[in-house]
């Protein structure tokens, strides 16, 4: 049951928000990974406070960890994160306040690009060959599918295998809590976070 959080400000000084965010959610994926569970899952969930502000980067300038004190503590985020102390600053674990505003689900959005992969899946529902499904999706354009979505994105890098990738985080609101678990990204597409 989410009890704490922790804040992590980040400083866009140098106008470089977005490279910032991507070294963080590097980071703090390492440092989810080492306390998942056998589901590949944590008890850590993450909202950001600022999100689709006006004026502001589309993901804001801060982000907050949710979970009991005890993980928080186990979790030792300020080690995780120690090479980016000049770029951030990180509150002590508080406990959550009660005037919070509601609750919402921080998810990740991964849109369909492969076309070889979307035929393959229109042939089999509709039992046409691959060759007609293909036909549908001869003038398909992977990059403007994600060109003209308006979701916030981190720019990812795994550590483990190099592949480069966009993390789109949609903010779904809800006026009760779900307790549940998170994915090694903090993103859950049931489990909520306390908005405030």
Not at 124 to 134: F, G, I, P, Q, T
Not at 156 to 171: E, L, N, V
Request: charged residues 25%.
């Amino acid at each position: 049951m989410i009890t704490h959080y922790i804040e992590i400000c980040l400083y866009n000084e140098m106008n470089i928000l977005g490279f910032i965010w991507q070294k963080l959610y590097e980071n703090l994926h390492i440092a989810f990974v080492k306390v998942k569970d056998s589901n590949n899952q944590i008890e850590v969930g993450v909202s950001f406070p600022r999100y689709g502000m006006k004026n502001t980067f589309p993901l804001g300038d801060r982000l907050r960890l949710f979970a009991n004190e005890d993980i928080l503590k186990n979790l030792d985020i300020k080690t995780h994160l120690d090479s980016m102390q000049e770029y951030l600053k990180i509150s002590q674990i508080k406990p959550i306040p009660s005037n919070i505003k509601g609750y919402a689900t921080f998810k990740r959005k991964q849109f369909k690009t492969n076309p070889m992969r979307l035929a393959k899946r229109y042939a089999k529902r509709n039992n046409v060959s691959l060759e007609e499904a293909m036909k549908r999706y001869k003038e398909f354009d992977e990059t403007k599918v994600i060109k003209d979505n308006k979701l916030p994105f981190i720019n990812y890098k795994s550590s483990s295998t190099g592949q480069r990738t966009k993390i789109f985080i949609q903010k779904i609101e809800s006026d009760k809590a779900i307790d549940g678990k998170f994915s090694t990204f903090g993103l859950s597409n049931i489990s909520t976070v306390p908005i405030f």
